[in-house]
């Protein structure tokens, strides 16, 4: 079943709001490893339905070991499916053998108890096991007040902020060749900076298709400075003017509120579509907020 383009969209940019929340907690309690990222920490999403999935892919991302649980039979098995989850066990304890393994190597894993978030959050006070990270929300539980009470750090979605831009680019068609060569020019227009931000965006780029997958299909994003944005459009019109990038790539940039839709045309295309005139470099269109 094809997912509607708008749902895509969605889905990406709430994981990157999420993915933002948690560098942005993880950075100001010292929990960011310049190189592993969140490798080590131990995240716990809560239910995996509703913004469950987001949640988790963000912290694949981000490289955190992620706990979540479901009493529904359906959802963790179709979160196995979308590639959100690695893992569906039975118990806390087998769910526990296999985080305490890849938190140890500080790699990414992300587990589902099939219980209900209340049992397995018992369970956790009671064998005495501590998130780094909670996810956001109302607190209105005892287990998450004395997770808290004790050194546990709940995330708060974060928007762009002031100098920062949101990319997200597709490809009109051919997106296993022509995403990655899309994804190498972003890279590139990060630069080179030591700062935590700016290795979380290199991280993002490396991750993020992988951990995303088919829930954002064809779709690519990135949080960067206003600056990188700038040079990353005006790369893709250059190589799209000149034929390196042959096919017709769509970019929308956001930033405080505004979203302008970025258009680019190989000249052959623009040709072939009976166009007047061919054109020396690509225009721009602008569109209203994207979802």
């Known amino acids: 079943m094809t997912m509607d383009v708008n749902l895509i969209r969605s889905f990406a940019a709430t994981v990157d709001w999420l993915h933002a929340g948690l560098i942005q907690t993880a950075t100001k309690n010292s929990f960011l490893d310049r190189e592993r990222g969140l490798g080590g920490k131990l995240f716990y999403a809560g239910d995996i339905d ?11 991302i981000a490289g955190a070991a992620t706990l979540t649980a479901s009493a529904d039979p359906f959802a963790p098995k179709q979160a196995i499916r979308d590639g959100v989850i690695d893992f569906l066990v039975t118990s806390l304890d087998e769910a526990l053998r296999i985080l305490k393994n890849e938190i140890r190597k500080c790699l990414p894993v992300a587990v589902c108890v099939g219980l209900s978030p209340e049992q397995v959050e018992r369970e956790m006070l009671e064998r005495g096991v501590l998130p780094d990270l909670l996810p956001p929300g109302t ?7 004395a997770f808290l009470e004790v050194g546990a750090r709940q995330i708060e979605p ?16 051919a997106p296993a060749r022509w995403l ?5 020019v972003a890279d590139e227009c990060l630069g080179q900076s030591p700062n935590l931000e700016n290795r979380s965006a290199h991280r993002w780029l490396r991750m993020a298709p992988r951990y995303l997958g088919r829930l954002a299909l064809g779709v690519r994003l990135l949080r960067c400075q206003e600056l990188s944005a700038r040079r990353f459009l005006d790369r893709v019109s250059e190589q799209v003017a000149t034929g390196e990038i042959a096919v017709p790539v769509e970019i929308h940039l956001s930033g405080h509120g505004d979203s302008i839709r970025h258009c680019f045309t190989p000249p052959q295309a623009h040709r072939k579509s009976g166009g007047l005139t061919p054109i020396d470099r690509p225009r721009s269109q602008s569109a209203s907020t994207i979802p």
Request: proline share 3%; aromatic share 8%; hydrophobic share 55%.
């Open 180 to 184: 990655p060569r899309l994804d190498a």
């Open 50 to 60: 509703g913004m469950g999935s987001a949640l988790v892919v963000a912290a694949n």
């Open 158 to 173: 974060a928007a762009a902020a002031r100098g920062q831009s949101v990319l997200m680019w597709s490809v009109a068609e």
């Open 139 to 145: 607190v209105d539980s005892f287990q998450y007040e």
